[in-house]
């Protein structure tokens, strides 16, 4: 399938990376002449959108700097999203870690109306294992692949990717609700439940360049991509996730009644009352997650339902 020239978008979602933007420009319009590019400039603080808008002019480059004023990358994303219209959409990082000249790979399955999204792969050929600095995002990547892939039965390999094509329908249909770098595993996520079609591609990956600093901590990031994913989880899969809440207040409540039942067996009395009234609440606690697990799992199936039915009205 052929497209128009106008109707590839690259988009650059960028803080403060005035030392490799220009050269993340250049790289990606020598890879995609006909396509438009966007840095979404998100608050930064140094030359980062003066330099993005002087190089797309000196280009001759279509598209233009898009300013969003909330911090983080979901929020640029979203501001990309929003404000952007094309065929095909590129997202990758302005910070020259993903090779440009695999954009065609990745792009080529969308047009060719084989895949909805496409994941360029860091993880397969082991080179962010050699290139990255920082072995606890190693852990991390490998942590969040196993539990996406556990809940939702994939065989994804790398899930927290931000060099990502998708089609029209993808984007138009997807709501960005998150504001950092949980962006990733909410995408991811979103497409599973959906069921779009995904596909990853294994790409090469380079660390950041000399003066260029990453804008992740190890540990703050880390914890919020976990916790995104038992939030999101608690929308896509309700009755797993209300299901393990039950099982563990169940589980405690019968901990807490063990001094309980001795006391029954031994004297036919309790005395341990506090401990039978915290037993009983837990065990009700449990029934009641339960019960409000099953509930919004069919309010789920039904939004699914109409999701499903929205897509095939575009169709």
Known sequence: MSLPPDSIAVILPAYNEEVTVAGVIRAFHAALPQAAIYVIDNN?????????????????????????LRQGKGNA???????????????????????????????????????DMVVGDRLSGGHYARENKRPLHGFGNGLVVTMINKFFGSQLRDTMSGYRAFSRTFVKNYA??????????????????????????????????AGSASKLNTLTDGARVIFAILQILRYYKPLAFFTAVALASMLLGLVAAIPVFNDWIQYRYIYHV??????????????????????????????????????????
């Open 176 to 209: 960005v609700l998150v504001e950092g770098f949980q962006l990733e595993i909410d995408v991811t996520l979103h497409a599973l439940d959906k069921r779009f079609r995904i596909l990853e591609l294994p790409v090469e990956y380079v660390d950041r360049p």
């Open 77 to 115: 994303v979203r501001r990309a999203f929003h404000e952007v219209n094309a065929d095909v959409y590129l997202m990758v990082d302005a910070d020259l870690t993903y090779p440009a000249n695999r954009a065609m790979d990745l792009i080529q399955p969308v047009i060719d109306g084989q895949a």
């Open 274 to 315: 506090p401990l039978a009234i915290l037993a009983a609440a837990l065990e009700i606690v449990g029934a009641l997650m339960l019960s409000v697990g099953l509930m919004l799992d069919s309010i789920a199936h039904q939004r699914r339902t109409d999701y499903e039915l929205r897509l095939l009205a575009q169709s």
């Open 44 to 68: 930064s603080k140094d030359a980062t959108a003066r330099l993005a808008a002087d190089t797309l002019a000196s280009l001759g480059c279509k598209g233009r700097v898009i300013p969003e």
